[in-house]
């Protein structure tokens, strides 16, 4: 990696840094203002400050902020806010900052919901706030790995190990085949990658559930809605905040590969006479070259020599101050990982700065600027090491890799060599520039503009040298650049009313304009025949094998309203709707509309629950409402051409044929409609605080590849058809068992489902009169089908039913040819045939999921500890549905097979003949419990830091992937083992705060 290139950059950040909030902290005003604040650092609209003893008074603006003319006698101000605690406050000629905190005996902190923030006693819809403290305990990039099991209804899958790489995030099951990715809005701008924010910068995490929170950002949020709220300055002093951590990671995994040894013995079990149980002579089943590595104790352990430990670095530093007009958060990050696999790795520099600037009375700004820049590092080959036979000389007796570790003759690459022989590297420059201003008409009324831009390049380039695999024999080399550009751009207008009623009705609005466009461009370049290999891909080429361009938009307008009432603190009602225009769908059907409705009742308000002692805080919420989803290629509802050059009287001319899919200008928008039943408690004081969900969406008008007729010229298209649903049951528990000034026990449960099955396809019968099923391709190119009643993931396979043993009536069975130790399967239909119509459907997706959390204090001591536990579900292994492994003929994954000697009842036995029913033996259970985080912290005393300057310092150590508990044999019980290996680690970090 680069470091250089990067540290240069950091060092003029942190300067630039520095010099900004030194001149924002030097300005000073004497005038009485202030600023109210949650304790998480969230402005306070509508909080009252009253003048001690008198009736003057005023309220907070929507930034919090308030201006307050007094008597010259007065000392103190009065600061109240419902479910926070009342407080008097000294008068001052310096602006205030004042922090409230929230009434122990309510559920009422403020948090972040679509346009705006209100107090959780007020959330009528299903929101879940994430405690960022313990999410950011494990170290790294990848934010989505941050969310795993902190919130319930929230499913995060491993999508990519590798460093820089991301995981997958679900919210209440899959309701689409156009992909389930979350809307990410940070800083109330949409962010198209979650990693794109640093951990170190975020505040505050709000995750979106249902129709009723997620309606008012409409055509994006089908399936779910995440808001991240990060750091802003804080009226006050310069503070200087560093976070620095190491990591060193190894490979986790629950599988062995056969040795050596056990790898001949495996292809001598698969030789075999069945008959008679002799076994062949060597040299009759091995070659010349393998039986030389036998006999001299010749072997690779291929696992060993690809894989490593690996070093991971953090260094993190934040400056923020400011005035009653001026604030100001600025930070620069700097991480580098090293993986675990050679020549893979990931850089990446941050800088940040979020100003907030007050104009004048009525007018205020705010500035956020988000830029990074980063390098990802890929290994050159498909992690196939796991196949290489072990009889192998990776090296010669010089200790020079050997091209071909299995002899002449033999086509398998030394994986080693190809690593050497390569280059990828994938780029990536980032600009994020968000500017919004506020104009407050009266106290009651403003008006919002909220700009965003982004600009993202992407290069990558790939080289494989004329001694790489894919770059000899005549090639001289072979370069593939690819150059991604991505340009965004929002313009929102937004009007909020909190319309002045009395202490019994409570009425707001809010309005918003916004007008979107996203736009990609994309060259693809692919070159061979470089004189030499030391430019590498920036070398010039003697033949162009291709160049292909790719321009994609999508633009969004929308129109949208919310409207919010309460009475008597009671009862809360919100009614949302939406309206999208998307350009991706044909001109009858661009616009979508989506309304909800959500309804609360704060049952412990009532006269019959006042005086309880059991119960502090009840609310029943319900909500309906519907959120739509356009993920459909941008020109998928016009018929396009491909480029087809010809030739014609001896010269090439450019040429176009229609594309291979066909147009369907009927395409509309997929619509799910959710229904949510949920009640948050507090009981015995809040020792137990919580809430429990049901929930049921149904999404219509599924968006659906289907197979054409080829005398139609076209192959496929796509069209609106059936219905998906999903419902499920989420429970979190949150208790503090010991609350003591020296030491604090807490516990956190988290509980989901999810019910996954399409409820309706397109409503043709099959010959037996039963709904036709559809297939599918997801995104690992695997074929799935579609069928009534059954979930969308699935597996589509015979039953396996164990192993045949010795003295099984196999004659008279549906496998009559079996042999003791083959896989024995289920003859559902029982006709005592094997066909398509004895497969099963098996689900993928897990029964349930959940997490226990735990938090000790003592004293200056803090230990955190996170379990995480998925039960149920099902993954088919591609190492155990191939049979080469049980032939002998290359390696595999070690498992305990049958022999007559040791009959296995789960496990066949090894066969010169490919084995029949492997991919039904290969669907496995892959639940899992895992220690996920493990985390012990010491605070230094405040009496020994104060002496030498700083507000606070804490050295910790994390733990992470400590053990995992699985019966699925990969790396990973997620992915499987030809995926990048998922890693355990070890972290040693500091704090320091100034």
Excluded at 290 to 306: F, M, V
Excluded at 544 to 572: C, H, P, W
Aim: proline fraction near 4%; charged fraction near 20%; charge should be negative.
């Amino acid at each position: 990696m680069k470091q250089n290139y990067f540290q240069k950059k950091v060092k003029i950040l942190l300067a630039f840094t520095l010099l900004i909030s030194a001149v924002v902290c030097a300005q000073s005003k004497k005038t009485i203002t202030g600023t109210v604040f949650s304790e998480d650092n969230i402005p306070m609209p509508g909080a009252t400050i009253l003048e001690k003893n008198t009736n003057n008074g005023t309220y907070t603006d929507f930034n919090g902020e308030f201006i307050l003319d007094i008597s010259t006698q007065s000392t103190y101000l009065v600061v109240s806010f419902v479910g926070y605690q009342t407080q008097e406050v000294v008068v001052s000629d310096t602006p205030l900052a004042i922090y409230l905190k929230p009434d122990l005996n309510t559920l009422n902190e403020v948090v972040v919901i679509g346009y705006g923030t209100q107090r959780k006693s007020d959330i009528v819809g299903s929101v879940t706030s994430v405690a960022v403290d313990e999410a950011t305990a494990i170290p790294t990039t990848n934010v989505s790995e941050m969310l795993r099991g902190r919130a319930a209804g929230v499913q995060v899958n491993l999508g990519d190990a590798r460093p820089g790489g991301d995981s997958n995030i679900l919210i209440r099951g899959k309701v689409s085949l156009l992909g389930n990715d979350p809307l990410i809005i940070v800083d109330g701008v949409p962010y198209d990658n979650i990693n794109n924010v640093s951990p170190e910068d975020i505040a505050s995490i709000e995750v979106l559930k249902d129709a009723s929170s997620q309606a008012i950002y409409g055509a994006r949020a089908a399936n779910g809605v995440i808001l991240i709220t990060t750091k802003r300055g804080k009226e006050g002093k310069m503070a200087i905040n560093y976070h620095g951590y190491t990591t060193i990671q190894r490979v986790t995994k629950n599988f062995d590969l056969y040795t050596a040894t056990e790898f001949a013995d495996l292809r001598r079990e698969a030789h075999r006479d069945r008959i008679t149980g002799e076994y062949l002579d060597d040299s009759t089943i091995f070659n010349d070259f393998e039986l030389e590595s036998i006999a001299t104790g010749r072997y690779a352990d291929w696992e060993d020599l690809l894989l490593e430990n690996a070093e991971l670095i953090s260094h993190s530093l934040s400056v923020s101050g400011g005035t009653s007009s001026t604030k100001v958060y600025s930070s620069i990050n700097y991480f580098n990982q090293d993986g675990i696999v050679p020549t893979s790795g990931f850089e990446r520099g941050t800088f940040k700065i979020n100003v907030d600037q007050k104009i004048s009375d009525k007018l205020s700004l705010q500035t956020n600027i988000n830029y990074q820049l980063s390098q990802q590092d890929l290994e050159s080959n498909s992690l196939n090491y796991i196949s290489i036979s072990p009889l192998a000389k990776p090296f010669d007796d010089e200790g020079n890799l050997i091209k071909e570790p299995l002899g002449s003759g033999n086509t398998t690459i030394n994986p080693l060599w190809n690593n050497r022989e390569s280059i990828n590297e994938v780029k990536t420059n980032l600009t994020d520039i968000n500017i919004k201003g506020t104009y407050d008409f009266t106290p009651s009324f403003s008006y919002t503009l909220n700009t965003f831009l982004r600009n993202r390049n992407t290069q990558q380039g790939i080289y494989r040298s004329s001694l790489h695999s894919d770059g000899d024999e005549g090639v001289d080399g072979r370069a593939i650049l690819q150059s991604k550009f991505f340009k965004e751009f929002l313009i929102e207008n937004i009007f909020t009313y909190d319309v002045p009623l009395n202490e019994t009705h409570k009425l707001d609005f809010t309005g918003v304009n916004a007008v979107s466009e996203r736009r990609t461009t994309e060259t693809v370049t692919e070159k061979i025949g470089f004189p030499n290999d030391n430019l590498g891909y920036n070398g010039t080429a003697t033949e162009i094998l291709s160049n292909e361009r790719d321009v994609n938009r999508r633009r969004l307008v929308s129109f949208l309203g919310r409207l919010r009432y309460g009475l008597a603190d009671k009862y809360l009602l919100t009614l949302t709707a939406r309206a999208d225009g998307s350009s991706v769908f044909a001109e009858d059907n661009k616009w979508g509309f989506f309304p909800a409705a959500a309804f609360a009742w704060k049952i412990h308000e009532e006269n019959f629950l006042k005086d309880s002692e059991t119960i502090d805080q009840m609310k029943l919420r319900v909500s309906y409402g519907a959120t739509g989803n356009e993920g459909i290629n941008s020109k998928e509802s016009l018929g396009v051409a491909d480029d087809l050059p010809y030739v014609f009287g001896g010269v090439t001319s450019g040429g176009f044929l229609a594309s291979s899919r066909l147009p369907n200008p009927d395409l509309k928008w997929e619509t799910t409609y959710t229904f949510n039943l949920g009640l948050d408690f507090g009981l015995f004081n809040n020792l137990f605080t919580g809430s429990v969900e049901y929930y049921k969406a149904n999404t219509v008008d599924f968006l659906l590849d289907r197979i054409v007729p080829g005398i139609t010229g076209y192959s496929v298209t796509r069209f609106n058809v059936g219905e998906v649903e999903n419902k499920g049951f989420e429970a979190t528990l949150n208790t503090n068992i010991i609350n003591k000034e020296d030491f604090n026990w807490s516990v956190g449960l988290t509980f989901s489902t999810n019910d996954n099955k399409v409820v309706e396809l397109t409503g043709e019968l099959d010959e037996d009169g039963n709904p036709l099923e559809l297939t599918y391709l997801d995104d690992d190119n695997q074929t799935h089908y579609l069928a009534v009643g059954q979930p969308i993931n699935n597996i589509y396979q015979r039953k396996f039913d164990g192993i045949w043993q010795e003295g099984d009536d196999i004659a008279n069975s549906a496998q009559p040819t079996a042999l003791p130790g083959d896989v024995r399967v289920v003859d559902v239909n029982g006709d005592g045939e094997l066909t398509i119509d004895d497969n099963v459907y098996i689900s993928e997706d897990p029964d349930w999921y959940g997490t226990i959390t735990t938090t000790l204090k003592f004293r200056n001591f803090e230990l955190l500890a996170d379990f995480y536990i998925v039960e149920g579900p099902k993954k088919l292994n591609p190492f155990l549905a191939n049979g080469e492994p049980l032939k002998g003929a290359i390696n595999g994954i070690k498992i305990p097979y049958y022999t007559p000697e040791n009959p296995s009842t789960q496990y066949p036995r090894p066969r010169q003949e490919t084995a029949e029913n492997l991919y039904a033996f290969a669907v496995r259970d892959a639940s899992y419990s895992r220690l996920r985080t493990l985390t012990l912290g010491y605070n230094i005393p405040q009496s020994f830091i104060n002496k030498v300057g700083m507000e606070s310092a804490k050295i910790y150590g994390t733990a992470t992937n400590l053990f995992t508990i699985t019966d699925y044999r990969s790396y990973s019980p997620e992915n499987n083992a030809s995926a990048y290996p998922d890693a355990k680690g070890l972290t040693f970090g500091v704090k320091l705060g100034f």
